[in-house]
């Protein structure tokens, strides 16, 4: 522990390891980091309520791995609760990675506790976020003149904004691609389109002076490589300044009105909508201009990135052949009813979701109910403001009792739909934009 270089990036965490060594074991996902916290982290309520979920009492629980969630609840269907994000269905826990089922994402604007989660590495200790210290520095080798903020002054200092935002992980869909990509098994859940509040990274970035070579941004966050090696990024990735200096690209202390929650960035993020959310920096420390592309931890192919050309399943890429993810593709969730439901034969049925399609809006939504022989225009609502999902309505009617599946696809308002089965194939298994369907059995 001591041994870590005072001035590594994730200086705070290791400080309060050296003051409270057991703080970290608070934390689930704050392990492998000090070895001594690996053995009999449980506070004596958290291994109550874990023998509680696992259904009789741990008699080794000094042996258990901090942080370690039992298979009982890792491996069951039986959705393990997240502390603030319930319902979440956990796809890993080292790092933390939890996804959220479709019908919890019926809301308008998403709940935070229905926002999916996505962990590169290790979050900054909970305990040890002090929001009156937190310093943002702007510099890079393209910033005229690097200055350092503190949460207050960007509030002080610049316009504040609020726009309803989509995030998506460029991963999610990855599940249904065969042969599988290595990676978080993202089923339709990381996803979301919360309301953030903060100010434009324009505004900010402008106010340090952007230099006339300027190309691209990084950003740097407070977590840490889930290897726990200081010296190493968990993520450090960035867009080009066109991008940067959109509108709607804030540096936001606030999701729907609230602090941003700890596992989606709190105290501050940077969101760029409509691009895969890895360029949505969480536990934002620093923004760097860049005059050339971004070089940080997964800016390089493979990783969001596709290959140029299509490629048979299962190719190897080679890294010239590779472009990194910009817009995200057309698409869209059927989050009502609920999968699975039983239906009254001869009652219509409400049928509605969302569609987004990155940079650009969506123009129409179609709904089948016969496999895609035939489709039906579902009622589109306008997004509250650009780079915010859009609402989708409908109403289907069953000729007959049996099994149906309800599908939706959304049309982008340059033409594009979806695909009704998987697109292309790629290394890494992102941008899966097949259409989404629902099981209904009528009676
Ligand atoms: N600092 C930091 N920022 C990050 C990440 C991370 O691991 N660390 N993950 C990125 C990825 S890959 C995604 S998909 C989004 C997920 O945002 P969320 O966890 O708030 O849903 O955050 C992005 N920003
Ligand atoms: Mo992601």
């Not at 100010?199 to 402008?206: F, G, K, Q, W």
């Not at 009254?344 to 969302?354: E, K, S």
């Not at 982008?412 to 998987?422: A, C, F, I, L």
């Not at 989404?436 to 009676?443: G, S």
Request: aromatic share 8%; proline share 8%.
């Amino acid at each position: 522990m001591s041994k870590l270089p005072p001035d590594a990036k994730t200086r705070g965490l290791h400080e309060l390891y050296a003051e409270d060594p057991e703080a970290a074991d608070r934390l689930v996902w704050n392990r492998e980091v000090d070895p001594v916290s690996r053995r009999g982290f449980l506070k004596r309520s958290s291994l109550l309520a874990m023998a509680a979920a696992v259904g009789g009492s741990i008699p080794f629980s000094d042996k258990m791995p901090g942080g370690l969630i039992p298979a009982a609840l890792a491996q069951s269907d039986e959705p393990f609760t997240l502390e603030g994000k319930e319902g979440l269905t956990i796809l890993n826990d080292r790092p933390i990675n939890a996804e959220t089922p479709p019908h919890l994402l019926d809301d308008d604007i998403t709940p935070a506790k229905h926002m999916f989660v996505r962990n590169n590495g290790i979050p900054p200790a909970v305990e040890n976020i002090d929001v009156d210290a937190w310093r943002l520095e702007i510099g890079g080798e393209s910033c005229e003149s690097p200055q350092s903020f503190s949460i207050a002054d960007l509030k002080e200092r610049f316009e504040h904004h609020t726009y309803q935002l989509q995030v998506e992980c460029g991963g999610n869909g990855r599940s249904e691609y065969v042969p599988s990509a290595s990676g978080n098994q993202w089923t339709t859940g990381a996803v979301a389109c919360p309301t953030f509040t903060g100010v434009r990274l324009r505004d900010v970035l402008e106010s340090c002076g952007i230099k006339e070579d300027a190309v691209y941004t990084g950003y740097y966050g407070a977590d840490a490589h889930a290897s726990g090696d200081p010296s190493k990024d968990s993520i450090s990735r960035g867009v080009p300044m066109e991008k940067a200096l959109e509108d709607e690209s804030l540096i936001a202390w606030a999701m729907n009105g609230e602090d941003i929650p700890y596992l989606n960035g709190y105290p501050l993020r940077v969101v760029c909508s409509g691009w895969p959310a890895s360029v949505s920096g969480k536990w934002l420390r620093r923004i760097v201009i860049r005059n050339q592309k971004h070089d940080g931890k997964k800016m390089a192919p493979p990783s969001y990135s596709v290959p140029k050309h299509p490629v048979a399943p299962g190719s190897t890429v080679p890294e010239e052949d590779f472009v990194t993810i910009q817009s995200m593709p057309v698409k869209s969730l059927v989050t009502f009813p609920k999968s699975g439901v039983d239906h009254a034969l001869g009652d219509a049925m409400t049928v509605r979701g969302h569609a987004w399609a990155g940079d650009l809006s969506v123009k129409a939504v179609h709904v089948s109910i016969d496999f895609g022989a035939t489709w039906q225009k579902a009622e589109l609502q306008a997004a509250p403001n650009r780079l915010a999902w859009q609402r989708w309505t409908t109403s289907v009617e069953f000729p007959e009792p049996g099994y149906y599946e309800v599908w939706a696809r959304a049309t982008d308002e340059e033409g594009r739909s979806q695909p009704m089965v998987v697109p292309g194939w790629n290394p890494k298994g992102y941008l899966n934009n097949a259409c989404h369907r629902i099981a209904i059995q009528v009676a």
